[in-house]
């Protein structure tokens, strides 16, 4: 298995993670077929969103995947009016990852991050890898630590 950018960053900061494979659908990139992919929990997958807002620019929030993105809510914790969600065709360019793939480790610039307070409920959750077919298992209080996320209730 390739080591990710996001795993070489884990790794040098010596933090542990497991990193899962799954199969892709390319006609699916919902966390519902992921997490039926690994056999977990829909709520302990979670799901890599980046959002511009209309004060702060970019900025990420990490999600179960059983949650749809709340704009309002959103905008309110990062600081903005108004916030929406980053077009599929900038997620390449902005963060050096592609839909299905985004993870929140290792993006080309630090945003300021946000994650579902749920997190704290599970010892391990899943996050993508930084590329389709590839999870990281990691401790939610590791995630916290190394990306600098503030926890919300989004």
Do not use: W
């Not at 793939?101 to 704290?120: D, Q, V």
């Amino acid at each position: 298995m390739v080591k990710t950018n996001a795993a070489r960053l884990l790794d040098a900061a010596h933090i542990s993670y497991e990193l899962v494979p799954y199969e892709v659908d390319e006609n699916d990139f919902a966390a519902d077929h992921v997490a039926q992919q690994l056999g977990e929990n829909i709520e302990q997958v979670f799901k890599t969103l980046v959002l511009r807002g209309d004060r702060s620019g970019f900025f990420v929030c990490v999600m179960p995947g059983n949650l749809e993105a709340d704009l309002k809510t959103a905008a309110r914790i990062s600081g903005n009016k108004s916030c929406e969600m980053l077009h599929v065709k900038e997620l390449l360019p902005v963060t050096g990852y592609i839909r299905g793939g985004c993870s929140p480790i290792g993006m080309k610039k630090h945003f300021p991050t946000f994650i579902h307070e749920s997190c704290l409920l599970y010892d391990s959750i899943y996050v993508s890898a930084g590329q389709r077919g590839l999870q990281l298992k990691i401790s939610p209080q590791e995630l916290i630590s190394f990306t600098g996320a503030e926890i919300y209730p989004l």
